[in-house]
Nanobody, 113 residues
Framework: QVQLVESGGGLVQAGEFLVLSCAASGFSVSLSDMAWYRQAPEKQRELVAAIDSTGRSSYLDSVKGRFAISRDNAKNMVYLHMSSLKPEDTAVYYC???????WGQGTQVTVSS
């Protein structure tokens, strides 16, 4: 059974650091193109970061230099390291497997000013 479970969200102050984790089961992240999306209230869901099966990563312009996506193949996990957080980063963050359109339930990140 395919499952993605995000964790690590919370309430932080602007400028702080947070790491989101995504535990995958039912498939191998090492063979997959994985991504983190986010959706803020009354806004469209947007792609924040992605990492393909070769390890190449890409980022939303507004998070470049602050966020980093990584993958631990042995643990079958994907991470999103978020630094220098801003209030505009506040959103529900979702882990996704791109090719098969698998999604987690999301984790809330709130950044206070």
């Amino acid at each position: 059974q395919v499952q993605l479970v995000e964790s690590g969200g919370g309430l932080v102050q602007a400028g702080e650091f947070l790491v989101l984790s995504c535990a995958a089961s039912g498939f191998s992240v090492s063979l997959s193109d994985m991504a983190w999306y986010r959706q803020a209230p009354e806004k469209q869901r947007e792609l924040v970061a992605a990492i393909d099966s070769t390890g190449r990563s890409s980022y939303l312009d507004s998070v470049k230099g602050r966020f980093a996506i990584s993958r631990d193949n042995a643990k079958n996990m994907v991470y999103l390291h978020m630094s220098s957080l801003k209030p505009e980063d506040t959103a529900v963050y979702y882990c996704s497997e791109i090719r098969n359109d698998y999604w987690g339930q999301g984790t809330q990140v709130t950044v206070s000013s």
